[in-house]
């Protein structure tokens, strides 16, 4: 009997490129495994209405976890022009599906590794290591957004300087969630021996809401005394991370906040074609390379996809296949580091399916 089934989820533009290096690895690494193909993405949303159908839903319910290519995302009104001609006037709104997945599965944990592998010439330092944890599921991405200032807010102290015409986004922020992925931090950084904490806020202007992240950050930390915790105004941690890098070490902050920095540090690393992620839930996971879906690329097979077969060393760590997630790194660490085998990012003329390949040698 199969030991695993995993939900397989291309997407668009490059998205594909990437899982096909994904498979290549995966067959080399013979994990026992069924993977089950999930419909995701632009193509859906034109033809169908929605890019995450409900049989996708249903599909990623019935498997153990999911791996995911790329998603294509465009503004509302260019949104609702590429629906087909009988989809349209029906008031359909164009929402991020992997956005929506993290929502609808509580996948409330978004993991991003930030690591330098010796002899990436991208490079910012060789000795970075860092790991963001990005609440996944509230902040500024709930998607309550208004088109003009609704009635009921007229009387809110400050919207008098307001017009009434402006477009308006709420941010939720509740000490249930903020809580929960602090304590995914703290817990990560013990199970990994990791030396410090540092949550991520801007307290000082967003005061009710980052309020209630701090709160729980200290009564998280408080239960973690061998750890190091501090706090950083979201845009001094820019600063600080360029200038120090090598103070951090476990980065928690919300929703917003993380998705920026998670970029930062990704590119001190190499860029997005280093950088993987895991979002993670109680009782399921979704594992992704963060880049996007580069249409104008697709079937070139010019992406790097060293962030994917990182995302699948991930997986391979969530299912508890410890020893093959570790095989797995240690044959991209070889790759990189032997620097005969580069994609166009960095410098060489590889194709998405060599640097596979190669990495497949050395599993």
Same mark, same amino acid.
């Given at each position: ?53 409900? =049989? ?77 944890? =990005? ?44 809580? =929960? ?183």
């Amino acid at each position: 009997m199969t030991k695993y089934h995993i939900a397989w989820m291309p997407g668009d533009g490059i998205g594909r490129d990437v899982l096909e290096a994904a498979e290549i690895v995966l067959d080399c690494l013979a994990l026992d495994a069924e993977y089950v193909t999930a419909d995701i993405g632009w193509e859906f949303w034109c033809q169908e209405g929605d890019p995450l159908p409900q =049989r996708t839903l249903d599909t990623l319910g019935s498997t153990d976890c999911a791996l995911f290519g790329a998603i294509t995302s465009k503004p509302r009104d260019a949104a609702e022009a590429e629906l087909a001609p009988g989809l349209r006037g029906q008031g359909r709104v164009y929402r991020s599906p992997i956005v929506r997945m993290r929502q609808e599965l509580d996948l409330y944990t978004c993991l991003r590794p930030c690591r330098a592998f010796a002899g990436n010439p991208l490079n910012y330092r060789e000795d970075i290591d860092i790991v963001v944890f =990005r609440e996944n599921t509230e902040g500024m991405y709930i998607g309550v957004e208004y088109s003009q200032v609704p009635e009921l807010f007229y009387d809110v102290p400050g919207m008098e300087r307001i017009p009434r015409d402006a477009s308006i986004s709420l941010r939720a922020i509740t000490h249930r969630a903020s809580e =929960r992925i602090v304590r995914r931090a703290f817990e990560y950084a013990r199970q990994h021996s990791r030396r410090r904490v540092t949550a991520v806020h801007k307290a000082n202007v967003l005061r009710h809401t980052d309020s209630v992240f701090l709160k729980a950050a200290r009564t998280v930390a408080a239960e973690f005394p061998g750890i190091a915790y501090d706090e950083a105004n979201i845009d001094a941690m820019g600063m600080w991370l360029l200038k120090n890098p090598l103070d951090y070490d476990v980065v928690v902050t919300t929703n917003l906040f993380g998705d920026i920095m998670s970029d930062l540090c990704a590119q001190m690393v190499g860029g997005l074609g280093f950088a993987c992620s895991g979002n993670i839930g109680d009782n399921y996971a979704v594992f992704e390379p963060t880049h996007g879906s580069a249409p104008k690329y697709a079937g070139q097979y010019r992406a790097n996809p060293i962030a994917t077969i990182l995302a699948v060393r991930m997986m391979l760590e969530w299912l508890g296949e410890r020893q093959m997630a570790e095989h797995l790194e240690r044959a991209v660490a070889e790759v990189i580091a032997e620097g005969s085998i580069r994609t166009y990012d960095m410098g060489g003329k590889a194709s998405t399916l060599d640097i596979a390949r190669a990495v497949a040698e050395r599993v």
